[in-house]
């Protein structure tokens, strides 16, 4: 079975970073496309970045361009969300998930059928 679960999250100040971990189990990290979400009360869930497993190109929301990275690290079957120069608005639940069809990158929950529990970033003064 497909396990995921996020770690990672806490409360920091405007400005400052975390990094969030995503540790996979049940299947093979390289062969998957992993994606991050974010879904803050009252709100949508949205993607945030996905990292291909073909190609391991990387896709990022326009709102954390520059500031967010996401990266992999295959041996260790855990992928990562670099989350600098954080701002109130990126307040929110952070998920990995898999896509259903484990190759395509998508900034759409819909396409994703594993999720881990989400781990809170809180950003406030």
């Known amino acids: 079975q497909v396990q995921l679960v996020e770690s990672g999250g806490g409360l920091v100040q405007p400005g400052g970073s975390l990094r969030l971990s995503c540790a996979a189990s049940?299947?093979?990290?390289?062969?998957?496309?992993i994606g991050w979400f974010r879904q803050a009360p009252g709100k949508e869930r949205e993607g945030v970045s996905c990292?291909?497993?073909?190609?391991?190109?990387?896709y990022y929301a326009d709102s954390v361009k520059g500031r967010f990275t996401i990266s992999r690290d295959n041996a260790k079957n855990m992928v990562y969300l670099q989350m600098n120069n954080l701002k109130p608005e990126d307040t929110a639940v952070y998920y990995c998930?898999?896509?259903?069809?484990?190759?395509?990158?998508?900034?759409?929950?819909?396409?994703?059928?594993?999720w881990g529990q989400g781990t809170q970033v809180t950003v406030s003064s």
């Open positions: 998930a898999v896509p259903k069809v484990r190759y395509y990158c998508s900034n759409s929950a819909r396409a994703f059928g594993s």
């Open positions: 049940g299947f093979t990290l390289d062969a998957y496309t």
């Open positions: 990292i291909s497993s073909s190609s391991g190109t990387t």
